[in-house]
């Protein structure tokens, strides 16, 4: 698992390619796109300053799992 699909879920985060949709109902979903509009969160900060980009497939995985 590459982690590329990796979401919040109520603040946890989970792979939501293996997440069916029905446990997802009614639940409140972050996406790396719902971190900021403008890329201005802190881990996202981060990533930029530190230059941590290895692969651009994996990169939003890696984030939302250190958010």
């Given at each position: 698992?590459?982690g590329?699909c ?5 603040g946890?985060?989970i792979?939501s ?15 790396i796109?719902?971190?900021s509009?403008?890329?201005?969160h ?6 930029i300053?530190?230059?941590?980009p290895?692969?651009g ?5 890696q984030?939302i799992n250190?958010v």
């Open positions: 698992a590459c590329a990796s979401v919040l879920m109520d946890e985060v792979r390619c293996t997440t069916p949709v029905s446990a997802a109902s009614g639940r409140h979903i972050t996406t796109e719902g971190l509009s403008d890329n201005s802190p881990v996202q900060q981060a990533w300053e530190e230059q941590v290895q692969c497939y994996c990169q939003s995985g984030i250190a």
